[in-house]
């Protein structure tokens, strides 16, 4: 009588990659000079520039990255943009 089969082992799982937490400033264009901050106690995510020193922050949630608080940084800075240019015509 013959050993019975071993199944197969799954393989393993490849791990997520790290999303950025520093980007470059919209203002000052200076690369990898934002750092982002998220402060899940008070419910706050800040993205702040250190060569320029502008700063922006936002509400934030459990589920909240950085990269999430830089965009709605952009988002907002194309809004007024657009809205500026509108006043102007």
């Known amino acids: 009588m013959g050993k019975r089969k071993a199944a197969a082992k ?3 799982r490849k ?3 790290k999303l950025d ?3 470059s400033c919209p203002f000052c264009n200076h ?9 899940l106690k008070n419910l706050i995510g800040e993205a702040n520039c250190q060569i320029c020193q ?6 934030a949630n459990a589920l909240t990255e950085a ?14 943009n657009t809205v ?6």
Do not use: K, L, Q
């Open 10 to 12: 799954p393989p393993p």
């Open 21 to 23: 937490t520093v980007f």
């Open 54 to 59: 502008e700063s922006f922050s936002t509400t």
């Open 67 to 80: 990269i999430d608080v830089y965009s709605e940084w952009i988002d907002e800075c194309e809004r007024v």
């Open 31 to 39: 690369g990898s000079s934002v750092e982002c901050r998220i402060d």
């Open 15 to 17: 791990g997520m990659d």
């Open 84 to 89: 500026e240019g509108d006043d102007g015509a």
